[in-house]
């Protein structure tokens, strides 16, 4: 339903299942493998590296826990700055806070709407400093634990200038490649650019368990860390000894099953959601004060959610005004994330600018992007999007 009790016709996104997930839940069942251990999470997990190009891959309960185990495999400490993107799901900054750091949220290029390079080469060249071997925050004289890049909306962030960054200064990058697994940068998958990198599997992913994540990385050392942490780091094959304070966060049997299903499918994933993009910025090309997002001339962009921002005055309505008219239809759509620097969650983490992230919450709205949204669906979006707009009105 939505906010005003209409029963939502046209999710914003929902899961798209192709086939094979029936059967292999079948199998989990009828197999007695449903839980925590199997073949489908291994087979999960061996799918995930060879796809986005890694040695290695855990499979985790979400990516949440995916994130916050990335950030302790490299290194990351209580007390710790982690340098982030300011536009994100409130999840990559929770995740910082797992790990007892603290955020630093750079504004994002109006270009791209991802972490600011030249913010970010700022942040660490002018307002740090090294204390004792150690790259600190100069105003909170808190050490620099991590890079963590936000691949938003299925768009990669420039990530050569973040890696140059990164050795320059000896950090390590941790990529949040939670929404946008598929796209490339420079013609390398997203969740390889990196050290290490968290994947999201929950309902409105590209690819859904029902709920899970995964940590890639090639580093065999890094990989086992994650392992051991997903499994109260348990350290003996038969007695219960842990080496160490650590968490459940393993995925199920059950849920990598689907995800195993899903990842076949993933090239026709990739290809509905352009078609669903290109759709989009047709109908924005139509539409006065309407603008779609952008895609940089190096970002291979999947679009997992097909997002535009509304000028008040040449569209005739706001970006909330027309979320509003949306959902009286039955269309669901949702305005981007407030940002991390104003959110109350994160009261007292530093931050860098604002002001982009600022205009894109004010101005920013995802439009059903589900894989499997019909011709008959994008005809009723259209219809009613043209409806709110001025040039109706007029
Ligand atoms: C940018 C970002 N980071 C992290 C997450 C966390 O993933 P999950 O919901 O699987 O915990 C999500 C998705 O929900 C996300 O969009």
């Keep these: 339903?939505?906010?005003?009790?209409?029963?939502?016709?046209?999710?914003?996104?929902?899961?798209?299942?192709?086939?094979?997930?029936?059967?292999?839940?079948?199998?989990?069942?009828?197999?007695?493998?449903?839980?925590?251990?199997?073949?489908?999470?291994?087979?999960?997990?061996?799918?995930?590296?060879?796809?986005?190009?890694?040695?290695?891959?855990?499979?985790?309960?979400?990516?949440?826990?995916?994130?916050?185990?990335?950030?302790?495999?490299?290194?990351?400490?209580?007390?710790?700055?982690?340098?982030?993107?300011?536009?994100?799901?409130?999840?990559?900054?929770?995740?910082?806070?797992?790990?007892?750091?603290?955020?630093?949220?750079?504004?994002?290029?109006?270009?791209?709407?991802?972490?600011?390079?030249?913010?970010?080469?700022?942040?660490?060249?002018?307002?740090?400093?090294?204390?004792?071997?150690?790259?600190?925050?100069?105003?909170?004289g808190r050490r620099i634990g991590a890079l963590l890049p936000v691949h938003i909306l299925g768009h990669p962030a420039d990530m050569d200038p973040v890696l140059d960054l990164a050795r320059e200064f000896a950090l390590p990058v941790v990529e949040d490649a939670t929404e946008s697994l598929g796209a490339t940068y420079k013609g390398r998958r997203v969740g390889a650019l990196g050290d290490i990198a968290a994947l999201s599997f929950n309902g409105n992913k590209l690819i859904t368990c029902g709920g899970g994540g995964m940590v890639v990385t090639s580093s065999a050392e890094w990989a086992e860390r994650v392992r051991h942490l997903t499994t109260q780091a348990h350290c003996h094959p038969v007695e219960s000894l842990h080496d160490e304070v650590a968490f459940n966060y393993r995925l199920t049997n059950v849920q990598a099953a689907i995800g195993c299903a899903q990842m076949e499918a993933i090239e026709a994933r990739l290809a509905a959601k352009r078609r669903i993009a290109d759709f989009y910025r047709t109908l924005c090309a139509e539409v006065p004060g309407l603008t779609f997002m952008p895609q940089a001339n190096w970002a291979g962009a999947v679009f997992w959610l097909s997002t535009v921002l509304v000028d008040p005055k040449a569209f005739g309505r706001d970006c909330r005004q027309l979320l509003a008219f949306l959902a009286e239809r039955g269309i669901g759509t949702r305005p981007l994330w407030q940002p991390m620097h104003l959110s109350p969650a994160h009261r007292g983490a530093r931050a860098v600018g604002g002001g982009v992230a600022e205009d894109l919450y004010a101005r920013g709205l995802s439009l059903p992007s589900s894989c499997g949204l019909t011709e008959e669906e994008k005809i009723a979006v259209r219809s009613a999007i043209v409806a709110a707009s001025a040039r109706s009105a007029a």
Aim: aromatic share 8%.
């Design 1 to 140: 339903m939505s906010s005003k009790g209409q029963a939502v016709t046209i999710p914003l996104c929902v899961p798209w299942m192709t086939g094979t997930e029936g059967p292999y839940l079948a199998e989990c069942v009828d197999t007695n493998w449903v839980s925590s251990a199997g073949p489908f999470v291994t087979r999960f997990e061996t799918m995930m590296a060879d796809y986005v190009g890694t040695t290695h891959a855990v499979a985790t309960v979400n990516g949440t826990a995916a994130l916050h185990l990335a950030l302790l495999a490299a290194g990351v400490r209580p007390g710790d700055a982690v340098v982030t993107s300011t536009v994100t799901f409130v999840a990559t900054a929770n995740a910082i806070r797992h790990a007892g750091a603290w955020p630093v949220f750079i504004d994002v290029d109006p270009a791209t709407w991802q972490i600011d390079p030249s913010l970010l080469a700022g942040f660490l060249r002018r307002d740090c400093a090294v204390v004792d071997g150690r790259l600190c925050d100069g105003q909170t």
